[in-house]
C-alpha cells in the first residue's frame, strides 16, 4: 500500500507571520468592541442626565470664580439657605383728601382725611344748630317747648375699615361749644353718588355734662325733661361727609 502524502511541510517562517496576522486581527476586534462599548456608555450617561449645571460660584482654573445672577427685585435669593422665593406685599396706599360735611350729628362744615390702607383719621371743623325739647313739668296739660342753640363742633374719627367693603368702625371725639367734650362710636361706609365719593357714619355720642351745660344755657332748674328719653347727654344721627 501507498501512504498519500498531506501535502508539503510549512517553515517555521511562514507558521511565524501566520501568527502575527491572526494576532493583529484579535487586536484590531477587541479595539473595536472596547469603542462601540465605550460609545453606547456615553450616549446612555448623556440620556439619562437633563439636571442642568449650577455653576455659581464655581472656582475655575486660574482662581476665576462664577459670578451668581443678580435675583429679580423684590424676591429674595434662596439659592442659599434652603428658603422659598418670597414676594413682598406692597406698601399700603397713603391719600389726602378734603372734605365737607353734611351731617345731622355732627353739622356742617369742613375738615380732612388721611387714610393709610383701610386705616385713617378724619377731621372736621362745623356749626352745628342743636334743638332740644323741654317739658318743665311731664304731668300737665301744657306742651314741651322748643329751644334752637348755636354751637361750632369739632369732630374727629379713627377709622378701621374692613377688606374690600369700604365698611367699618371708628373712635369719634367731639368737642361741642354747648355739650362740652363727648366719645363715642360710629359705623363708617362709602357711596358713590352722580360719580363722587361720599362717607356715610352713624355716631352715637355720650357727652358726661351735657345735662348740666344745657340747663345752665336755658336757666332751668334741674327738674325738667330734656329729649325724653335719651337727654342731651346722648346724641345721634346720620349724615355724609364729600370727599374731594
Known sequence: MH???????????ENEQILQ????QTRRVGYGLLLTGLSLGLAREAG?????????????EGGVVAARAAAPPGVEDASHGGGSSVVHPPAPKVSWQGLILLHVADGVGV?????VGNMGLRASLAYLPQYFIIDKDPWDDEFARFELAQTAQLNVDAFQ???????????SYRYSTLLGHGLGLAYQSSVDLGGER????VPVIYY??????????FGLQGGERINFPFGPRIDYGIGLAWLF
Open 208 to 217: 358726661p355734662s351735657g345735662s348740666e351745660r344745657v340747663q345752665r344755657e
Open 111 to 115: 375738615g380732612g382725611q388721611l387714610r
Open 48 to 60: 439619562a442626565s437633563d439636571t442642568p449645571v449650577d455653576l455659581d460660584d464655581l472656582h475655575l
Open 198 to 201: 361720599f362717607v356715610l357714619s
Open 21 to 24: 496576522t491572526v494576532r493583529r
Open 161 to 171: 375699615l374692613f377688606g374690600q367693603s369700604e365698611k367699618g368702625v371708628s373712635l
Open 3 to 13: 501512504r498519500r502524502n498531506a501535502g508539503p511541510l510549512r517553515s517555521s517562517g
